[in-house]
């Protein structure tokens, strides 16, 4: 029996998940969770294989929880199931400790291949993600500069592309208003970029943000 914990902000997709992992024998929900947060107690709490975790949340975002996740969890698959393309997080996730990337418009029972995947401690890897990775093998480090960035600079790059302050960036990561000013600084140098608005545009540009 695969133990399943299942984070994401709205109760609906909670329960449809829920309902729909109840047709398969080997699957049990053992826990769910609305907010980064409740996910940490989650995993710090309940014995679980696989954590299917939303990136967008308010407050913490999934890219934060999923960090923090993966600290303390070690043992815990932790596949992604979100509203963004694959083809701008996938990757970049799963070089921070997911398991796993998957669309929200993806059949669902892609979604019970991957968690079957995943909890025998293999990566889930889709059609789409495998030709993104063959291209990436083929271009070398010629990937998108966003790509190139490091677990909190990228973090330090989201806050501040949805328009939070350096203040606002430093109390959502609990870093201080200087740490933040520097990864600013270095990040916008690594992506040849000069403001925040120029941030912004390449998040939307890319799918990065809403």
Known sequence: MIQIGIVDDHAIVRTGLREFFSEHVDLRVAGEAGSAADAIALVR?????????????????????????????????????SAYPEEHYAINLMRRGASGYLNKECDPQDIVKAI????????????????LLAQQLGQ??????????????????LGLARG??????????????KTISTYRTRLMEKMGLNSNSDLTYYALKNGLID
Not at 54 to 81: E, H, N, T
Not at 116 to 131: D, I, K, N, Q, W
């Open 45 to 81: 709490n309940t014995e679980l294989d696989v954590l299917l975790l939303d990136l967008s949340m308010p407050g913490q975002s999934g890219l934060d929880a999923l960090a923090m996740i993966r600290a303390k969890a070690p043992d815990v698959a932790i596949l992604v199931l």
């Open 116 to 131: 079957r995947t995943v909890a025998r401690g293999r990566r889930y890897v889709s059609p789409a993600v495998a030709e």
């Open 140 to 157: 070398g480090d010629s990937g998108p500069v966003h790509e190139q960035l490091s677990e909190r600079e990228f973090q330090v790059f």
């Open 164 to 177: 939070q302050t350096v203040g606002e960036v430093a109390d959502a990561l609990s870093l201080s208003v």
